[in-house]
Every structure is written in structure tokens, then in C-alpha cells.
């Protein structure tokens, strides 16, 4: 068993949230008290700490938040394993980077609620220099237009901010667990049919270092992931592990 939970608001305990937020988490103590404290009321913070060694848990953990170990390392193994401890109708994901604010996301819930939409993602918008190096803007722009390509969605961005229902996330047996995991969330949502939109968020210089594309060599990994999710071929669906 590679995942565990603790917290005030874990599965069994009570105080059910209206909203879910995964958090995925990897030494982000500095960041944490700003991005917690932008958490809109009623909804839960999950945590999913994915081997910080800065105290991350244990900060996250006082100040209020669910706190789930994933053990396995990617940004896809944390998203997924806070997807897994999530109760609420909706699941929303958002960086632990204090890079994007999760209050934006109520507009993105509202959205999902009135059945207007079935995925709602964020596009970022730099608030100021160095918020979006070239790099990882360069990478983003090759891979929407692959995705374009694949699945006929006209989309911008492949940002981590989006929101849609817990049931229907599960529905796509997501399988990637490296940095293809955004990507192959909405390719299998378009070749489900679903209404994907996409919304303008603000986008902060990030606190601390990027674990993913901070640098040339993150981006082009993480590009390489996405490619690979990018050739499944359609309604081809891999048991989640």
C-alpha cells in the first residue's frame, strides 16, 4: 500500500466538504500558508505530500488541510492518489506552488454544478515576468497544438487549474502517473464527449523551485510524457493502478 491519509476532514471522520481540492505536494513548506489560506469556505484541502522533506505534511496537517503520503514519485501518482481520497461531488486540482489561486476555481465549480460544462480548466495569464518562463511556455504551446490536432479542442492551455465531477473523473481510468496525467485527463475526456471549456486565471511567479519544468531538461520530459499519452488511440483505456 503505497497511499495513506490523515487529517481533520478524512474519509469516515466526518465534516464532509462540498468541494475537494487536490493539492499535489513536494516541498512546498513555503508556499503552503498562502495557498491553505485561499481555500474558499466549505471546501477541503487535500494534501497529497509526495515525499517533501521540509515539513510539508506537518505544516499542511496544522493548518487545517487532509494530508495523504503517496509514495510513488510523479505528478500524476499525486493527483491521482488525492483523486482517490476525495469524497466530494467535485474534484478541482491546483498547483501547491502558491503560482495560481485556488479561490479562482469557484466560478470553475459553478459551472460543473449548472451542467454547462464537464471539465473546466485554467488558462494562465502572466501577472508578471518570470511567472511562465520561455521554456515551459514554448513546451505548453507545442502540446496544445498536438492536442488540437488529436482531439479537435481548441484549447490554449494545459494548466493544472481545472475542476470536474469525482464520479466522472474516476469513469476515465486514468493511467499515467508521470507529467502526462493533465493531458491524458483531457484527452480522454473529449474522446468521452465531455464539454470542456477553458477560463482566463492569473499566473504568479511560483514559490520556489519547479519540480517539473523548471528547467529545459523538466520541460522536455514532461513533453515526452504528454507525447505518449498523445498516441493512445481512442477509447483505449488502461486499468488506473
Known amino acids: 500500500m503505497t497511499t495513506s491519509f490523515t487529517g481533520p476532514e478524512a474519509p469516515g471522520t466526518g465534516g464532509a466538504a462540498s468541494v475537494d481540492v487536490v493539492l499535489p505536494c513536494l516541498d512546498e513548506a513555503a508556499a503552503l500558508p498562502w495557498v491553505l489560506g485561499r481555500i474558499p469556505p466549505g471546501w477541503r484541502a487535500i494534501v497529497v505530500d509526495n515525499g517533501s522533506l521540509d515539513g510539508s505534511d506537518r505544516i499542511a496537517r496544522a493548518l487545517g488541510a487532509t494530508v495523504v503520503h503517496e509514495e510513488r514519485r510523479g505528478f500524476g501518482a499525486a493527483c491521482h492518489a488525492g483523486l ?135 520541460t522536455v520530459q514532461a513533453v515526452r510524457d504528454m507525447s505518449r499519452v498523445l498516441r493512445e488511440a481512442p477509447g483505449r483505456e488502461e486499468a488506473a493502478l
Open 84 to 218: 482517490l481520497a476525495a469524497t466530494a461531488g467535485i474534484v478541482c486540482f491546483c498547483d501547491c506552488d502558491a503560482s495560481l489561486d485556488p479561490a479562482d476555481l469557484v466560478p470553475f465549480v459553478r459551472e460543473v454544478r449548472s451542467g454547462r460544462a464537464d471539465l473546466v480548466l485554467g488558462r494562465r495569464r502572466p501577472r508578471a515576468r518570470g511567472a511562465w518562463p520561455l521554456h515551459a511556455r514554448a513546451g505548453n504551446l507545442a502540446l496544445t497544438r498536438l492536442l488540437r490536432r488529436r482531439t479537435g479542442l481548441r484549447l490554449h492551455d494545459l494548466g493544472p487549474l481545472r475542476a470536474a465531477r469525482r464520479a466522472d473523473l474516476l469513469g476515465l481510468r486514468l493511467s499515467d502517473r508521470r507529467s502526462g496525467y493533465p493531458l491524458q485527463m483531457v484527452v480522454r475526456a473529449a474522446d468521452a464527449g465531455w464539454r470542456v471549456t477553458e477560463h482566463d486565471v492569473p499566473y504568479l511567479p511560483r514559490t520556489g523551485a519547479s519540480k517539473v519544468t523548471g528547467t529545459w531538461r523538466g
